[in-house]
């Protein structure tokens, strides 16, 4: 059964800093990983998608990378602000389940 | 933003009683599922459609039916509601699955709370 965590649970960083969102996931038989933001009380934002044979995706500040083989994918946001403060969820398909895998999600605050 | 929209929006119903929700959807795309999002748990698969009047279960799908008669629309009930149903609930869309989804973005909704009490 594929699995997908994410690490760390929750992070605080004051404005301006660069960060690290990480994800892991069981099954490296995977079609694609797709990140999401999530705000409070509202539906999933999809960020960026990687398919299974790219190593990375860029898109403004966001830069996610995709290591299929160890079952890894990171998210980085560079030069943050109060806007990015959300939760982020990293999903995958494929690996042996049906429809979307998701992670529990990163809890984001970024302090002005 | 992707074209999909759930009703309703919020729903607060009696143990027992019937339920349906209902998510519509104008970009056509093939392939439509229902998740739950509950605190510790995350998102889940419940049902989805790979096109009309073809569905499969997902991981939560006891005491859960869905039905898909038009590309548009997919509908899950719950067919006497519980209260461990509480929860949030969310429609998402894609062109494909599965080996050929591998250029394919999936778009959520807004999202349906449903309390039962």
């Known amino acids: 059964k594929q699995e997908v965590t994410q690490i760390p649970a929750a992070l605080s960083v004051p404005e301006g800093e660069n960060l690290v969102l990480n994800c892991s996931f069981t099954?490296?038989?995977?079609?694609?990983l797709q990140w999401f933001r999530q705000d409070p009380g509202k539906g999933l934002t999809s960020l960026l998608l990687?398919?299974?044979?790219?190593r990375e995706q860029t898109s403004g500040r966001l830069n996610a990378s995709l290591d299929k083989s160890s079952g890894r994918s990171t998210l980085y946001i560079a030069a943050s602000q109060p806007g990015d403060s959300a939760t982020y969820l990293c999903?995958?398909?494929?690996?042996?389940?049906?429809?979307?895998?998701f992670g529990k999600g990163t809890h984001l605050i970024i302090q002005p | 933003d992707a074209g999909i929209t759930q009703s309703p929006r919020h729903k607060v119903t009696e143990t027992g009683t019937p339920v349906t929700l209902r998510c519509h959807q104008t970009?056509?795309?093939?392939?439509m599922y229902w998740y739950r999002q509950d605190p510790g748990h995350g998102l889940r698969l419940i049902h989805y459609?790979?096109?009309?009047?073809?569905?499969d279960k997902g991981e939560v799908s006891d005491g859960y039916s869905v039905s898909r008669s038009k590309t548009e629309d997919f509908l899950l009930t719950l067919e006497s509601a519980t209260s461990s149903q509480t929860s949030v609930y969310f429609c998402?869309?894609?062109?494909?699955?599965?080996?050929?989804?591998?250029?394919?973005?999936?778009?959520f909704g807004q999202g349906t709370r449903l309390t039962v009490v």
């Open positions: 999903a995958v398909t494929g690996g042996g389940a049906d429809g979307l895998t």
């Open positions: 990687i398919q299974s044979s790219q």
């Open positions: 970009e056509n795309h093939r392939y």
């Open positions: 099954d490296s038989a995977i079609y694609n």
């Open positions: 998402a869309i894609s062109e494909s699955g599965g080996f050929w989804a591998q250029n394919t973005e999936a778009f």
């Open positions: 459609s790979y096109g009309v009047k073809d569905t």
